[in-house]
């Protein structure tokens, strides 16, 4: 590192570095070993009158801090969090921290060396025996190089991008707009289309000059598919309620997804919206991945899954269909494969499937051949390996400049306190500070602890943490995962789920107890794709679950002592998703909750529907809004909190009362914002709240 200069090299090559970042190690280096406090980096990189999410932003930059070093936070070799206190640099340095500090090489035993010359000398005497014919193997091919495109903030996150056939701009979009980047230069200019015309990029027609893009026309509607220039003019609309569309390699076909509700169809057209069939249909649960097309045109490739209830990834393959016929070529199945597929013009096929624990977080990409028949050719090939989600890729007409996105979202939980009996918030504060996802499920019977599951130690665990604790205790240490945590009636004993693996064959999930003070789980029952459950708070004993079979959700009465009960048949609702609903029980075992979630209606509401045969009602909630998010029971049981969305602008969350007023409690236009817990005593929430944000990079020498 010169410090005078601000670079950092590795390896005689120089490592990009930002300036936030940048400070963050120049603090660290200054006093290696030593604590140095996220109040000490907070006023080093920000001054006293700005006003930013310090938290987020300061983990944010740690995050590509660790990037540029190759370090991690699971297993740091330089930098060690110290939970909710600091950071500290690990290892020694040697200079003396005025103008230039280097890190030491490790030391190696006699042994080490020796080998390592042996192999040298071997190498040599291969390579002279065969050098001439080394001389007349072609150059190997150059290695990957990544280069960022975008450098939004969270704040201002880049929602698509696409770059164009000759590999010159970079077409994308975010809260400001749709923009055109010239790749080398960086210049980059407004596209002009009419007023209140917000659309994302979602494919370049061979041209270079036009653009395949989705729109929402309205807060209540589907995407469609339009036709721009990025020279300017009017936009034209090609499909309603469609997603995803690629141009074939000629410019004459376009393939989409399409469904009334969430996409069920692949279909192809015209280029101008003409003659459209479907290729592949299935009204069942899957979800589809953005197709593309093969080189010559003759196949589509998609990813293809189904969300099984609780399981923290889709069950996804690759599938190949014959444009001509229709015919499904056999599929690619890998453990942990994602949505994103892309076609290279040599054949390659691009996609992205998520890492193994500790990192089941970040999701990277992988090519493999295909031939002319549509069978894979070979092992895959790992193309990237950073953190985040990588998708949305887009390639060059000549294959040499490859682009995509990262995606992060850091779920952690939050506290909020309730004032003037729950009409507003008052101070709201961060709980976690892992780098991982934690859920937040329910309180301790006392309202001083919050159970909640996180992945931070690789499987999704069980802990509990007090509102006034920098830690969390661990209740359950889990090598499969669990989710949605819960205390039985009384607060005794906590219950949780076990979902099948995505290798199972089995979709029977698992509810377990275990009690509160520590002992061996047990098994309460079995039952196929229990999506959820709750119970009522003594001295009720009503305990509910949702199953998801065939796209109908049913709700089942059940007892920790005797398993599954009769099934609610009135609360039954049909859905293509098994998160497509979200249901509360009050606190009273009286009265089930039920909402719809983001895009299934322009009935919004939440359905309450009393156990004891009373008559069903709908409170209806006013505004442009999508959909309810998420529904949970106050703790008087005399509202409920909701989260609700729009097609186009933040997350709200929203205090319903029972004779339908609302109020909407919190807008939250940074962050990604999940569910509301409250405490029993209702005096505090706590928040499911994640920082997110997207941005793009490139890929040469593909």
Known sequence: MDRRTGELWRGGIKVKLQEQPLQILLTLLERP???????????????NDTYVDFDHSLNAAVRRLRDALGDS??????VETVARRGYRFLVPIQGDGTDAVSVPLPSHPWWYWLAFASAGLLLLV???????????????????????????????????GMISPDGKYFAFSDTGGLFLRHIDSGETHAVPL????????????????????????????????????????????????????????????????????APTEVRIMRADGTL???????????????????????????????????????EGRIELVEV????????????????????????????????LPLNQDDVNLWAVHIDSMGHALGAPVRLTSGSGFAAMVSLTSDGKRLAFFRFSREP??????????????????????????????????????????SNRNGAFSIFKQRVDELEPEILLRSQEDVTITRLNGDGTSILYLIPPSPTEKSKNTRLMRMPLTGGPPQQVLVAAEINNYQCAHAPAMTCLLSTTEGGRERFFYFSLQTGLGAEIAKAAVWSRNVYDYNWSLSPDGKTLALAQKEGMGKDIGIRLLPLNGGSERLLRIKGDWLGIGSVDWAADGKSLWASAYTSFGPTSMLNVELDGA?????????????????????????????????????LENF
């Not at 196949?299 to 889709?314: D, E, H, S, V, W």
């Not at 706590?686 to 490139?698: G, L, P, T």
């Open 276 to 314: 459209v069939r479907t290729l592949v249909q299935d009204d069942k649960a899957t979800q589809f991945g953005t197709p593309s097309w093969s080189p010559d045109g003759k196949f589509l490739a998609y990813a293809r899954g189904n969300q099984a209830a609780g399981n923290t990834r889709i």
């Open 194 to 261: 009419p007023k209140d015309f917000r659309p994302r990029p979602e494919c370049w027609f061979p041209d270079g000059v036009h653009l395949l893009v989705s729109w929402v026309e309205g807060p209540q509607e589907r995407p469609g598919i339009w036709q721009i220039s990025v020279l300017g003019g009017t936009p034209r609309k090609l499909a309603d309620n469609s997603y995803g569309p690629v141009v074939s390699p000629d410019g004459t076909q376009i393939a989409f997804l399409w469904g009334e509700v």
């Open 412 to 453: 952690d939980i939050y506290i909020a306190d309730l004032e003037d009996h729950g009409a507003r918030f008052g101070n709201v504060r961060q709980l976690t500070f892992d780098e991982r996802a934690d859920f937040p499920y329910d309180w301790t019977r006392d309202s001083q602890g919050v159970l909640f599951t």
């Open 324 to 355: 001509a016929t229709g015919k499904t070529i056999r599929p690619i199945y890998e453990k942990g494969i994602g949505g994103s597929v892309a076609w290279a013009p040599d054949g390659r096929l691009i996609y992205s499937v998520q890492e």
């Open 33 to 47: 070993g030593e604590l140095v406090t996220r109040e000490e980096l907070r006023t080093r990189l920000w001054a």
């Open 126 to 160: 291969f390579g002279i025996a065969l050098g001439w014919r080394a001389a007349r193997l072609a150059a190997p091919p150059k290695p990957l190089t990544e280069r960022r495109l975008t450098a939004n903030t969270p704040e201002n996150v880049v929602t698509s």
């Open 73 to 78: 936070a699971e297993n740091p070799r330089f």
């Open 662 to 698: 609302v109020r909407t409690v919190m807008v939250e236009k940074k962050m990604k914002l999940g569910w509301a817990i409250p405490s029993p005593d209702g005096k505090h929430l706590a928040i499911w709240r994640a920082n997110q944000n997207a941005n793009a990079w490139m």
